[in-house]
C-alpha cells in the first residue's frame, strides 16, 4: 500500500532544541529524537510514499526542508516517492486551486 505524508517534520535534529512535549534538547536525549525521525530509516522505508508540502510554510518544527531532504534520502535509497511542493501555501493548505490539486496527487498516488 501506498503511504501519503503531508507537511510533516521528518528529521527532528533539525528541531533540536524541542518538539511538541518533548522539552530536552537534542543533546540530552539523542535516541528520542533518533526514535521520532523517520527520516533516520529512510533506508528501511519500502513502500511508495507521496509527500505534500506547502512551499512558504514557515512552522519553524515543519519548514519545506523537512519534506525536501526526507524526498531525498528515499531517492537516494531507491524508494517508490513523490514530493508535491504546493506554491504560496503555508502550513495549512487554504487556496481552492492547493486543495483540489493535493486531493488529485493524492487520488492518483493511491489509484497507481
Not at 57 to 81: I, V
Request: hydrophobic letters at 35%; glycine letters at 8%; aromatic letters at 12%.
Amino acid at each position: 500500500r501506498p503511504g501519503i505524508a503531508r507537511t510533516g517534520a521528518y528529521n527532528r535534529t533539525l528541531t533540536p532544541f524541542g518538539f511538541q512535549n518533548e522539552e530536552r534538547t537534542l543533546w540530552q536525549a539523542p535516541d528520542v529524537y533518533n526514535r521520532m525521525s523517520p527520516f533516520m530509516a529512510a533506508d528501511k522505508i519500502t513502500k511508495p510514499l507521496l509527500l505534500v508540502h506547502g512551499e512558504d510554510d514557515n512552522n519553524p518544527g515543519t519548514f519545506p526542508l523537512q519534506s525536501e531532504r526526507f524526498y531525498q534520502a528515499l531517492k537516494g535509497h531507491g524508494a517508490a516517492c513523490r514530493l508535491v511542493l504546493l506554491p504560496h501555501e503555508g502550513h495549512g493548505y487554504r487556496a481552492y486551486e492547493s486543495i483540489m490539486h493535493c486531493l488529485y496527487e493524492q487520488d492518483q498516488w493511491i489509484e497507481r
